[in-house]
């Protein structure tokens, strides 16, 4: 089974500190995502990426930035957090956008309490 | 944007009931998912329907597509305490290279 791993599943920051939240997949899938989840609001989309270094803006992007120098990895950056940005993050990978391989796979989540 | 919208909120029902969850949404489509998520953790894969095809089983699943009306249902027949959890309506948009999801439905199956 395709495996999608976040560096961390309970994170706590501060006001105004830079925060790194790390996903990996293992399954040489082309397309990741990075989702918040909020009470009520369901999933909202940050930012996606179909191959290395590429990058698109989802329906929240501002406050946040992505990287991804390798296709298994997908880093999300909170350049200066803020109480707001408390939230559940979820990454997610699928393989292709085409051919019945859209379906994501998701990690466990990183609740994050920004304080 | 919000593209899928499920109804109801939330629902609960008895051990043995069907469940039948609704998603409706607002632009073209590729395809229809629907994930399920315990509480806390990430959300799982059910079933993808594309937008050529009208219905779709898994098991206990069921699940239709009317894209004249822009809508999606979701059946659990034979519900189990298990299926207890919330169930989510995802929409990939012709228009646009992501994956949306909606609010979601909170199910309780009561043992």
């Known amino acids: 089974d395709v495996k999608v791993t976040q560096s961390s599943r309970y994170l706590v920051k501060r006001t105004g500190e830079k925060v790194f939240l790390e996903c990996v997949q293992d399954?040489?899938?082309?397309?990741m995502f990075w989702y918040r989840q909020d009470p009520g609001l369901g999933l909202r989309l940050i930012y996606f990426?179909?191959?290395?270094?590429?990058?698109e803006k989802g329906d929240i992007p501002e406050g946040y930035s992505v990287s991804r120098e390798k296709k298994e990895r997908f880093s999300l950056i909170l350049e200066s957090a803020s109480t707001n940005q408390t939230s559940m993050y979820l990454c997610?990978?699928?393989?292709?956008?085409?051919?019945?391989?859209?379906?994501?796979?998701f990690g466990s989540g990183t609740q994050l309490s920004v304080l | 944007s919000q593209q899928g919208e499920e109804d109801p909120q939330a629902l609960s029902i008895q051990e043995g009931e069907n469940a039948t969850m609704n998603c409706s949404y607002k632009?073209?489509?590729?395809?229809l998912q629907w994930y399920r998520q315990n509480s806390g953790r990430g959300l799982v894969h059910l079933i993808l329907?594309?937008?050529?095809?009208r219905e779709k089983h898994s098991g206990r699943l069921r699940v239709t597509l009317d894209t004249s009306k822009k809508s999606s249902s979701l059946l659990i027949t034979a519900s189990r305490a298990a299926d207890t959890a919330s169930y989510f309506c995802?929409?990939?948009?012709?228009?646009?290279?992501?994956?949306?999801f909606g609010p979601g439905t909170s199910l309780s199956v009561i043992p």
């Open positions: 997610a990978s699928s393989l292709s956008r085409t051919g019945g391989n859209e379906k994501l796979f």
């Open positions: 399954m040489d899938h082309e397309n």
């Open positions: 990426s179909y191959d290395v270094k590429m990058k």
């Open positions: 632009t073209s489509i590729n395809n």
């Open positions: 329907i594309r937008s050529n095809e």
């Open positions: 995802a929409t990939d948009e012709t228009s646009y290279d992501k994956v949306i």
